[in-house]
């Protein structure tokens, strides 16, 4: 699929703003009293952050074509 510029552009600002709430998020669940029982969120939460990692890292190397 072919998508313009400014597609791959506002795509990698939606995930930058994923990324930086889903990073307040693990600090969140770390910071509680019992983070041990917020560790099914933790994981996913990190998951996510990864996937959307990856996405940014392809989304520059298009935009650099």
């Given amino acids: 699929m072919e998508y313009s510029k400014e597609d791959l552009t506002e795509a990698k600002r939606q995930i930058d703003s994923t990324l930086h709430k889903l990073r307040e998020v693990v600090k969140t669940f770390e910071a509680k009293e019992t983070p041990a029982r917020y560790k099914s969120q933790i994981t996913l939460a990190q998951r996510r ?14 935009l650099k074509k």
Avoid at 49 to 62: D, G, R
């Fill in 49 to 62: 952050i990864k996937a959307f990692e990856l996405a940014n890292v392809l989304i520059e190397a298009e």
